[in-house]
């Protein structure tokens, strides 16, 4: 099979931010996942870059258009491939070849007798680069600028795109995934239920010069729009070359929702004037939002993504992109919800499950797995079953444009090893010879899962997904989601190795909401109500000891929290508690209590809490669990 996929051609007024960045991301992501599968892919981006919007940032900063368009567009072109972007060509609408194909399919349309000379007035928007009627304005502004549109009056060029009304709208009814998710082929079809007017599809060169020549007539150069879609053609070498023909039948085209239209409309009826298949699917996605507007230059309110890549890593940056938006939905994007996904997601679940699966392996295994196992694992039909569902519904996913529903798959099953840890123990497994045998295979499962997992992941985290495959003694360039080629890679008995966390917790000091939430989370009134059923090897993860607390004090401008030194056998520890509202912190100076000690660090108002103390709690009132008898700091809690 073959795959196309492209992102938006970028305007060079603007440096890439974030909302390119997804957009871009998620097309690289698409096709990693098609070649993961065996199929031949192709991925195109570039950046556009005519029309008045760049001749006026070009006049801006004093220089010459190709000036500013050459150093804005290598800034693209070098800052991909530092997020993980590997595209297969790079256009730029300036080159020669994108030139000669615009000529020649103006040509083809022309001779269609599609094109007429006619005059024009109406509202023009420079930043959105198109005209705008009355209806499509909100309160007379531009819908996306919020600027007044000019009305401009000139003699120009129009494309028949009229003619094509009935083709449009029978062709997006005929294929409902034309235009997905569907909420934008609706917001088409509403569009299309009125009169399409003609496209005009040139300016003036007295008024514009920095643009495509229309080819029959030198007076004018080609509107930006009509040169720019072009571009999806131009990069496969249209009309000639093996790359058109393998690929142009199932091009997808990846936008955001400002540029719906082009891509809907525009586009299509282009291709079908000058007689070319249309595209396979155009997606569509919603934007990353700050404080609810959209992410962009005008408004000032752009995220930088080198920022967000060196603290936390072009990885996971990427997980987070995909991950949190809903594609077809607006996502408000905020620095707490990096750092709250960072450290759930992939420091805890995933993280987490790779360092005790392959510590336990060291420890109780030596660090490679039984081939008999591997081999008695892949009869288990209740687990093939599962894998192989898994990676169906995950391939549905991707093939539908819907990546962050493939990545929460892959992390149900992230849960349902962590789970497997719980509920088997190894520890406890680990203990008689008689359970050896099924301590080999709860490991190979966890093992043979997070293969599956570094597989699974490679699409959107190809650094840390190549790394995982590393440490498991397997070739990342063999990478595949098949069981059985998996299973055949591990046979090969390589020693495991650990290896520092995948995922280091990203610690920061907290917003103070984030830590309002923390300490509300920490106050017993709000503990969440037991849960049905504990099995004794759950129960025991839970490492309980006696404390003694050695120094109290309330935390500064926490009414809840006391922070509370601990000594444990030698060890001593801070624990911050909810706790202030019952108890003075000078009545718990020398008090033995029982804590969980194995609790995973949180931060609260600025402090690192190492654990829990245990507490009776009643009606508004709060009692310590404290030893019958003086045990020792420190005694192990059964
Ligand atoms: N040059 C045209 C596209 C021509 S394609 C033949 C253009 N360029 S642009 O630089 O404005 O890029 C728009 C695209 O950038 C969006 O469609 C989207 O892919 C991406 N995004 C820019 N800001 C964005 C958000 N705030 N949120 C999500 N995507 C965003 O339009």
Redesign the pocket.
Known sequence: MTYYIT?????VN?KP?L??A??TIVCDTLTRFHRLVGDESYFLTGT?EHGDKIALAAAKEGVRPQDYVDYVSSHFKVTWPKFGIRYDDFIRTTEQRHKDTVSRFLDLVNRKGDIYFGEYGGLYCVGCERFYTERELVGGLCPDHKTKPAYIAEQNYFFRMGNYQDWLIDLIRSDPSFIRPERYRNEVLSFLSEPLEDLCISRPKSRLEWGIDIPFDRHYVTYVWFD??I?YITGLGWPEGGLYHRFWPVAEHC??K??LKPHAIFWPTMLKSAGLPVYRHLNV?G???MDEA???KSVGNVVDIFTLRDEFGTDALRYFLLREMTFGLDSEFSYQRVLERYNSDLANDFGNLWQRSVTMLDKYLGGTLPPAALAELSQDSDWERLLRELVDGYSDDFRNMRPSEALRKAWDFVGHLNKLIVTEAPWVLARSVETLPRLERVMTMLVKGLALLGALVSPVMPGKSAELWRRLGLDPDTMSLDSGAISEALSHGRRISVGEALFARAEREESPKKAARAQAAAAPEESPAPSAELSISEFKRADLRTALITAAEPLPKSQKLLKLTVTMGGEERVIVAGIQKYFEASELVGKTVVVVANLAPVKLMGVKSQGMVLCASGNDTLALLVPSREMPPGSPVT
Request: hydrophobic share 35%; charged share 10%.
């Open positions: 992102t938006p051609i970028y305007y603007a931010h909302g390119h997804y957009t556009d720019a879609l571009n936008v955001a400002d540029i996605h934007y990353w939002q959209k992410m962009s």
